[in-house]
Structures are given as structure tokens and as C-alpha cells.
């Protein structure tokens, strides 16, 4: 079940006013979408900043480092701010006004002149003088030498102010200011509150770098703040750093706190091999609080001008995302070794994704992704993740589940297609459309230690040039679960019926081969069938004790298990394949029913299989140590196998027990973690696998990673996989972290993937550059490659936006823990 959103609001994005990214590439160059970019936070500046949180190691993916202000130095202004001055300014026009000085003259009963140490307070308001002359009746002040004010959003310092304290009006010359709500500040020949949320300033400036060190800074003519909508408006103003002028614009708008806002997000520009010269100036529109738009026009020298988009709303039951580009005209080559001229089409990528709420426990599920042609990816497609995609898969569906009664259900009915993007290999490669499917599955506890229930899938699998058919899979089942503190056996007993359907002139199709092509047909009959029982019985003991390691004390346990599996042999040589391979022996395998993903065959057996686990726990209960040796056992043949790409399906084997499986996973502290498998083929006395992934901890956010990685070719002594891999992201400093990646691959004796780049980090500006040699295309049919070189420099003003994110998406696929 969808849960209905309970809030109409989307997440806030930070609008780019200003930032200066220059890409150099090799490949190609897209500019991110706006909802990838990371959130805006904004630091109060007289709270310490917040700490960078740890990723976990083994950690897939990490969050972004939030927006760090600790290289900042204490702000000057702070001198005379008082935390505990309140921060509630709604409550100012009911607040009585103190006013107190070393010498008061009130001859005038109605003007006050104050002398000395001045302080006027009300509520969240407090200004502090030498002099001020103080009107009673009216609220007007006028105070002169070193002027100090402080309201719930800002600081100002200033040499004469005046103004009238009942309309929170002022007028100050000379002066500097510090908002609160984030590190922005400047000084200004004139500042104006207007009211309550309003401020102006006259030939001033804006940073959020350190006060009299403004690395980076905004000068207008006129700078105006609201509070209200959280934007500051500059006229006629220039951008500099270190004092150069880059930028100049009539008239811009930035942020002063975290909140969305319509304008200029961050431009990017690049050169690229595959589209020439690139220019990308993404435009934000916040057009209510549930829904809004970035436009995206992009220039492509070698190819033309491309308009990208993103729409975002959520409105109540509905959560949805439509992102697309559009290229008309394509003026470049098109993609070397590709069967497809794009030379002159129209081009575009559509992205919709939405999840709706219909009614109860029912929720629609919609993701559509298609492109105008197989090489779009690798045209203009930047990053490495994205040219290696070679499917695109669209599905939507109505989901349900919930309880019935005292039985678990869910359901589902849609439809799956997918869309050859790579221009290497032929549309046969790409998998059925399941066009429709429906799925039923239920669990019935008739007590504590026995239920009932059944899985169900009804599938029409549709291809052209191909077999084609309708499947019905039927798994009823009833299973016990008897377990005590240390013990649990678990019997189930199933039955496995399969039909088909098969449509049209199936009989002059065979199995597809690895790249698509037709073998021999072994259908004989449109109807076939499969039924067949299974039976298993998993059993387990589980051992604990106290003991001791480098001085540490841990849990240790010792968990056997053995696991029986009976299943008839049923000859399926005339059941096509839609949607079934053999999947990867592992430590899973041991204890599953079936050796094939889908439905299309279902694993004969009589085996045994068996285990032995050991884990260190500390005291916390977290797992330290875990280390698993195991094997199957057969009674019988494995008889039932897969074609073997060419006439036949590939023999039954005489093998009496798999591949011994050796798991060993430690994390002894939290700065240390090493994973590895093993698994030895008994039967060939030959390797199968064999990986180690090895982490470590560089003080709080660098990290080192090496991994070794193995896979033999079935039915051959020949590696189908070995490669190495290592990156890091080493701190030098609190400002500069090393970055590198590096993927070698011993069969084709050259490197996959190399990465090298630096990153640097100050108060108020950091900056990344990146220089990465990657693989973008691979021929499966000829074993080749091609590669691209790229290299990116990214620069961050802090409190004006983050990073583009033309690096991001590469850094966290390709280092382990980066963050």
C-alpha cells in the first residue's frame, strides 16, 4: 500500500544565483537536473557548524556532506550579539521599550538625550549607542557613535542611525551588517529597514565569506533583503573574486536562507568529442509550494540547441516527476560503430515516474523512460553509469496488500517494456515485454508454527521475430516453522504447475542465443506444462558462548545448518525461455529451491546441503566477525539445464556436490572492514570465484578501498571476469582532500576506468577538478571498447548553491564511502 502524502510541500531547491563551473571534456557533457543537487542548509552564524556524520562502512551509497562553515572564522559583529536576546518579533508592538544610559537629560519631557553606554530594547530588538536622543511620544530615536543593533534576523554596526522604533523604520550610514539566518554579510554606504522584513542598501556588498575577507563577494548599487520570501535582490551589480570582477548582471536575485525561489541555477560549460562545445543555463521556477519547473536550454556546437525541462508536483495522493530533452535537426556523426544514423532526426528522452493513491490498499505506479533512438545515452549522456545503461525499462502497475482476515496478500497487474540503448547489440538481446502481468500472493498463519499460501503469476510474454506466449506459474504451499531458544526445523511441502500458451507460428522459433540469434526449435506442442512437488526441510542449531579477542570481549556463536531439497526431474527441452537464466552460485544458492530466476525452469534435486556459520558479537549485539563454509550434496544428476547456445540443451551433470563456498566478512573495529568469498569447484579442482573488498577509515571522512574480483567461464578453465580495484579519498587537510579510482581489468590487459582529481574547501568557496579516463561503449560481438578522456572543474560559493553534480554521480559509483 502507498501511503496518501500527508504534506503538500515539495523539498526545498536552492536557487544558483551566481557559480562558475568550467568542464573540459572528453565525453560528453548534461547538466543535472535540479532535484539531484543537494539541499541548501543554512547555518546560523553564532552556532558551531554541524559535524560531518560518518557513512557506515559497506555503506552503497552515502549522503552528501552538509554545507560546512567550520574554516570560518568567529564573526566579528558577534562581539556585541547576546544569544539570549529573544528572537520572537511578532510580539514587539504589545512590548514595553527599556531604555537605560549613564546620564539621562530630561528637561524636554517629552525627547530624552541619553549619554553613555546607551541601550533601547524591545522584544527581539536592542540598539546600542554612545548618544542617543530617545522621543518618547513618537518612538523617533537618533543615535550617533558606534551604533549597535540586533533584531531576530541580523547585526548591524553603523556610525549615525535614526529611525522610529513603533514602525521598525531606521535609516544607518556606514554601515556593516551580519544576517543571522545564514553567514551573509557586507557593509553599505546606507542601510534602510523599512519594516519588520524589509531592509535596503546603497553601494553595499553581499558574501558569505568571512567579515573583512570576502573572497567572493557581490557589489550593487542597491542590495535589498525581504525576510519574508527569503531572497536578496542586487541592481546593477558585479561579482568578483579576490577582487577580479567575472560576473556582471542589471539586476539578480540570491538567497538569504534555504528556501526555493524562482531564477538561474547553476550554469555549466564543457567541450565534448561526441557534441563540440556545450553551454548549459538551467532557469528554476518555483511556481507554488506542491509543484514547480527548471527550463533548460542547452547549446551543442556539434549538434545543435536542445530545450531540457524537469516538473515536479505533489498534490494530495499523487507524488510524480516528468523530466525531458528534446533536440531537433541533429547536425552530429552518428555514434561510431552503431548501425543507426541519427544525422538530421529529431531527438529527445522522456523520464515520467509518478505513484498515485487510488483507494484503500490500491496505489497506481507509473515509470516511463524511452528515447528517441539507441544512441542517445551515448551521445549526450555525461557520466559513466549513464552511457553504460543498455536497457531502459518503462512498467506501470496498480498495487495492493495489506491483511485480509488473518491472511497476508498482495497483488499486482501492469505491464513492462523495455527499449534497446545500446548501439552495439540488436533489439533481440533485449528481454520480453510483459505485456501484461499479474501477480497474486498470499500467507495464512492457521497458528504459531503453521501457514498455508500460495504464489501466483499470470504473463503474456510478447517479442517480434521471436516465440511468443502466454505463462500461468501456480506455487501453492503449506509450511511449519518448530523452533526453541537454540534449535528450528522448518518442513514445507509445495506444488510448482506451469502452463503455456504458446502464440502463432512457434514452431519455427528456437532458443535465442547470447547475441539474439535463432537455434534449432524444440517446440513440438503450443500447450506445454510443468508440475512437479517440492519438498524441503531447513534445520539449524545455534551454539553461543563467552570469549575474548585482543583484550575485547564478544559473543561467539556457532550455527550448523543442514538443508534437504526433493524435486522430480520433468523434461522441459520444449519450454521456451522468456524470462529465465541461472543464476549465480553463492552462499544463497544453498539453501533455495531453484537455481533459475524466473519460471521457465524449475531445478530437479535430491540434495543435501550444509553449513557452518561463526559470528563475533560485542557487547552491543553488533556482528564483528562472520565467517560461512559450505556445500551441496547431490543424490541424483542435475538433469535439468539451460540450451547451450547452439542445438541442443546442455547435458546433465555427474556432479556429486557443488562448489565449496567460503564466506568471511570482519569489521574487528570501526575504522577497519575486509568482505571476501571463495568459492573451489571440487569437480574441476578448479577456482569459480573469488573476491575480497577490503575498507578502511582515514580520520572522519576519507577512506581507502581495494578490491580483487574473479569469476571462471562455465564449462571452461577461462576467466570471464578478473579484475582490480582501488580508489581513496584521502584529507591532507581540513581544505583539501585527495580523490582517485582506478579499475583494471587482467583479461583485456588495460584499464577500464582511471579517475584522479582534488577537492578544496574554505569558508566560503570550494571547488573540485576531476581528470577521468573511462570505458563508454563496449562491443560484445567484437570484445571492444571505446574510451573517452574528461576532466571538470567545479566551483562552489557557499550560501549562493553546491556543486553542479557533473562529477558527483561518477564519484559515488566509482569510490566506496565517498561522501
Not at 544576517?179 to 519588520?196: E, K, P
Not at 553509469?385 to 502497475?397: E, F, N, P, R, V
Request: charged share 20%.
Amino acid at each position: 500500500m502507498t501511503p496518501k502524502p500527508t504534506s503538500r510541500h515539495l523539498p526545498p531547491r536552492r536557487l544558483l544565483a551566481v557559480a562558475a563551473a568550467l568542464a573540459l571534456f572528453g565525453g560528453p557533457v548534461e547538466a543535472q537536473s535540479a532535484s539531484d543537487q543537494p539541499e541548501p542548509t543554512a547555518p546560523v552564524s553564532n552556532t558551531p557548524p554541524p559535524a560531518v556524520s560518518n557513512c557506515p562502512l559497506g555503506a552503497f551509497r552515502c549522503p552528501p556532506r552538509p554545507l560546512n562553515y567550520a574554516m570560518c572564522r568567529p564573526n566579528a559583529m558577534l562581539s556585541f550579539y547576546d544569544p539570549t536576546l529573544s528572537k520572537d518579533s511578532s510580539v514587539r508592538d504589545t512590548s514595553n521599550t527599556y531604555v537605560t544610559a549613564q546620564r539621562v537629560d530630561s528637561s524636554n519631557q517629552t525627547v530624552y538625550h541619553l549619554e553613555g553606554d546607551v541601550k533601547v530594547e524591545r522584544a527581539d530588538q536592542r540598539m546600542q549607542a554612545d548618544v542617543t536622543d530617545y522621543n518618547d511620544e513618537t518612538t523617533d530615536y537618533d543615535a550617533r557613535g558606534n551604533v549597535r543593533y540586533q533584531e531576530a534576523g541580523q547585526l548591524l554596526s553603523s556610525d549615525h542611525m535614526r529611525g522610529n522604533q513603533t514602525a521598525s523604520t531606521a535609516t544607518a550610514d556606514n554601515v556593516s551588517y551580519q544576517m543571522l539566518t545564514n553567514r551573509g554579510n557586507g557593509v553599505a554606504q546606507q542601510g534602510q529597514m523599512l519594516d519588520d522584513q524589509r531592509s535596503r542598501y546603497t553601494q553595499a556588498t553581499y558574501s558569505t565569506c568571512d567579515v573583512g575577507n570576502h573572497v567572493w563577494e557581490i557589489k550593487g548599487k542597491d542590495i535589498r533583503m525581504d525576510k519574508e520570501t527569503g531572497e536578496g535582490v542586487a541592481h546593477d551589480a558585479t561579482m568578483s573574486l579576490y577582487g577580479v570582477p567575472f560576473f556582471y548582471l542589471p539586476t539578480f536575485s540570491f538567497p538569504i536562507d534555504d528556501r526555493r525561489k524562482t531564477g538561474f541555477l547553476t550554469p555549466t560549460i564543457g567541450n565534448s568529442s561526441r557534441s563540440g562545445f556545450t553551454v548549459s543555463t538551467p532557469y528554476y521556477l518555483n511556481l507554488a509550494p506542491n509543484y514547480d519547473a527548471t527550463l533548460d536550454p542547452r547549446i551543442y556546437t556539434s549538434r545543435g540547441v536542445m530545450l531540457a525541462g524537469e516538473f515536479r508536483y505533489l498534490v494530495p495522493g499523487s507524488l510524480g516527476q516528468l523530466n525531458f530533452e528534446y533536440l531537433p535537426n541533429d547536425r552530429g556523426d552518428p555514434t561510431p560503430g552503431s548501425t543507426e544514423d541519427t544525422k538530421g532526426d529529431d531527438r529527445w528522452l522522456l523520464k515520467y515516474n509518478d505513484i498515485t493513491h487510488l483507494y484503500g490498499p490500491w496505489s497506481l505506479n507509473a515509470s516511463i523512460n524511452r528515447a528517441s533512438d539507441r544512441n542517445y545515452l551515448r551521445d549526450f549522456g555525461n557520466d559513466l553509469y549513464t552511457s553504460a545503461i543498455g536497457t531502459l525499462t518503462s512498467s506501470t502497475y496498480i498495487n495492493g496488500g495489506g491483511m485480509w482476515g488473518s491472511a497476508y496478500w498482495n497483488a499486482q497487474l501492469g505491464a513492462d517494456y523495455y527499449q534497446n540503448v545500446d548501439p552495439s547489440l540488436p533489439d533481440t538481446v533485449v528481454q520480453y515485454k510483459r505485456w501484461p502481468r499479474a501477480a497474486f500472493n498470499v500467507d495464512y498463519p492457521i497458528n504459531r508454527w503453521l501457514d498455508v499460501g500460495a504464489n501466483t503469476e499470470a504473463v503474456a510474454f510478447r517479442k517480434e521475430n521471436v516465440v511468443e506466449g502466454n505463462r500461468l506459474d501456480l506455487y501453492p504451499y503449506i509450511g511449519a516453522d518448530f523452533r526453541g531458544a537454540a534449535w528450528f526445523v522448518k518442513p514445507k511441502i509445495a506444488y510448482r504447475y506451469t502452463g503455456y500458451d504458446l502464440q502463432g507460428n512457434y514452431e519455427q522459433y528456437g532458443y535465442l542465443g547470447r547475441l539474439g540469434q535463432n537455434v534449432a526449435s524444440p517446440f513440438t506442442s503450443n500447450s506445454p506444462s510443468r508440475s512437479l512437488p517440492i519438498v524441503s526441510v531447513d534445520s539449524g542449531l545455534v551454539f553461543d558462548r563467552s570469549t575474548s579477542l585482543f583484550g575485547t570481549n564478544y559473543t561467539q556463536t556457532l550455527e550448523p545448518r543442514l538443508y534437504y531439497l526433493y524435486v522430480p526431474y520433468r523434461n522441459q527441452d520444449n519450454i521456451p525461455l522468456f524470462d529465465t537464466n541461472l543464476m549465480s552460485f553463492d552462499t544463497w544458492q544453498l539453501f533455495t529451491t531453484n537455481t533459475y530466476s524466473g519460471a521457465d525452469r524449475q531445478m530437479n534435486a535430491n540434495n543435501l546441503s550444509a553449513a557452518l556459520t561463526t559470528r563475533l558479537l560485542d557487547d552491543n549485539g553488533v556482528e564483528r566477525l562472520s565467517a560461512t563454509f559450505g556445500q551441496i550434496r547431490y543424490f541424483n544428476q542435475q538433469r535439468v539445464q539451460l540450451p547451450n547456445g547452439q542445438n541442443t540443451v546442455t547435458p546433465a551433470t555427474d556432479w556429486s556436490g557443488s562448489d565449496y563456498v567460503v564466506e568471511l566478512n570482519t569489521q574487528l573495529s570501526d575504522d577497519w572492514r575486509l568482505t571476501s568469498q571463495y568459492q573451489w569447484n571440487p569437480n574441476t579442482s578448479l577456482t569459480d570465484l573469488g573476491a575480497l573488498t577490503l575498507q578502511k577509515r582515514i580520520k572522519v571522512d576519507g577512506i581507502i578501498n581495494f578490491s580483487y574480483r574473479y569469476r571462471r567461464q562455465p564449462g571452461s578453465e577461462a576467466p570471464l571476469l578478473e579484475q582490480y580495484d582501488a580508489s581513496v579519498v584521502y584529507p591532507i587537510s581540513d581544505r583539501w582532500r585527495l580523490l582517485g579510482h582506478w579499475t583494471y581489468s587482467v583479461l583485456d590487459k588495460k584499464t577500464v576506468e582511471a579517475l584522479a582529481g582534488v577537492e578544496y574547501d574554505s569558508c566560503c568557496v570550494a571547488l573540485r577538478l576531476i581528470g577521468r579516463h573511462y570505458v563508454n561503449t563496449y562491443n560484445y560481438i567484437t570484445t571492444t571498447g571505446a574510451a573517452n578522456n574528461a576532466i571538470m572543474l567545479e566551483v562552489e560559493f557557499k550560501g549562493m548553491g553546491g556543486f553542479t553534480g557533473q562529477s558527483e554521480s561518477s564519484l559515488r559509483n566509482g569510490i566506496l564511502g565517498y561522501q
